[in-house]
């Protein structure tokens, strides 16, 4: 049986440490870190992350605004908005919470938060800063996997870690972070022939689809660690991209669904919203 990486108790472990920085942050600065999350329209998902969201935001002491915008609302007054956001000095990160209508060009709005408060890293600044191995906001998921690594001593060095995603949330950023962090750096994708003969190969396997249950044992190598990225709802039931019963006697380490990937995302939102406090503040 392997190893559970434990991501819920390490999100809440991190939690902790946010709240006290926040304190700390708030006297010294007599102004609280304040994150203002966009929501355009309805969709269910995206209203409970927002929830979860703002919720951990409050409990850390850190000040949250949802804004919410219809379905309908013209990628001018998403445009307007954003740039206001921007000159609001009261304001120090902005998320704008995707997907988003197709009638808005996702790439342009996105690349118009100021990269001093892109919480999420998607602007190009910041993208260009991580594939360049520079100091930059990195995405979330990709963030809280490293640290979930970190935290068990899983050292990416030398080893192969096979991606399966090849998205600008999760899987190119993973891919620059363990490429820094030494490991060699497979991505799979939908066009991908013979994916289980790829991931067979990997020590570390990420799997970052949107299919539930789609990677069993006979995808992994014994011995292998399996991040498992996905949140899909089955029959009202959260599960992974992972088919947890059967990867968890073959896997040496492996994240389970709820409780691995997913907090640690919102612990890593709460994280860089503190260091573009920092950063704006301190400047
Ligand atoms: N939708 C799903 N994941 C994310 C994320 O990490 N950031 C944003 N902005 N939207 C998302």
Redesign the pocket.
Known sequence: MATILDGKALALKLRENIKADTKKLTEEFNKQPHLVVILVGENPASQS?VRSKERACIKAGIKSTVIIKESTVLESELIDLILSLNNDDTVHGI????PIPKHIDEDKVLNLITPLKDV?GFCNENVARLNKGQSALV???PLGITKILEEYNIDPTGKHCVIIGRSQ?VGKPMASLMLKRNSTITICHSKTKNIREMTKQADILIVAIGRANMVDSTYIKPGAVVIDVGINRVDGKLTGDVDFESAKDIAAYITPVPGGVGPM?IACLLDNTLTCFKKIERN
């Open positions: 992350y998320l704008l919470q995707l999420d995405p979330c998921t949330i995302t």
